[in-house]
C-alpha cells in the first residue's frame, strides 16, 4: 500500500468510527421520540444545547437517559460543534430527589485523553427540564434540556 493510500484509509477511518455510534444514537433517539415519555418522570429523550464558558463554543444537545436501579440513570449525550461535528458519550447519572418533582443529577467519565479525560457533570431536573453544568481539564460550561416533541404515530 503506497503511504498516500494509507494517508486515505487512515482519513476515512477517523470520520467513519464515529460517525458509527451516531448512527445508533440516531436510531435510539428516533425510536424514543416515537412514543410517550416513560417513567420515572426524568427518563427517555432530552433536546437543548451546550455552552463553554472556556471558548464560548456552544451547540445543539440530544440525551437519552434510561434507568439502571431506583436512583442511577444511563445517559447517553449527543453533542454537535462547529455546526458540522458531532461527538457521543455517556455517563452514569445518580439522580437523588430534593423535592416533589425535583432531582440533582451528578456523574462522571473519563473519555479519555482526546476528550479532555474526567468529564463531570452536576445539575438539576424536573420531568421537563434539566440545567447542569460540566467540566474536564480542557473544558467547562453549562448545558440547558428539555424534553423533544414527541411525534404522533
Not at 28 to 50: D, H, Q, Y
Request: net charge positive.
Amino acid at each position: 500500500m503506497t503511504p498516500a493510500r494509507f494517508s486515505l484509509l487512515c482519513l476515512s477511518l477517523v470520520w467513519l468510527l464515529p460517525a458509527a455510534g451516531c448512527s445508533g444514537f440516531n436510531r435510539e433517539w428516533r425510536t424514543a421520540t416515537a412514543r410517550p415519555l416513560p417513567a420515572p418522570a426524568i427518563a427517555g429523550p432530552w433536546t437543548g444545547n451546550w455552552r463553554s464558558s472556556v471558548n464560548e463554543h456552544q451547540g445543539q444537545l440530544r440525551a437519552l437517559f434510561t434507568p439502571v436501579d431506583d436512583k442511577t440513570f444511563h445517559a447517553r449525550f449527543r453533542a454537535r460543534f462547529w455546526g458540522i461535528m458531532s461527538y457521543s458519550y455517556s455517563l452514569e447519572l445518580t439522580a437523588e430527589p430534593v423535592s416533589s418533582g425535583q432531582w440533582s443529577l451528578k456523574g462522571e467519565s473519563d473519555l479519555g485523553w482526546l476528550a479532555g479525560g474526567i468529564f463531570r457533570c452536576r445539575g438539576m431536573a424536573s420531568a421537563d427540564f434539566l440545567q447542569a453544568t460540566f467540566d474536564s481539564k480542557r473544558d467547562r460550561g453549562t448545558f440547558i434540556l428539555s424534553r423533544p416533541t414527541i411525534e404522533p404515530k
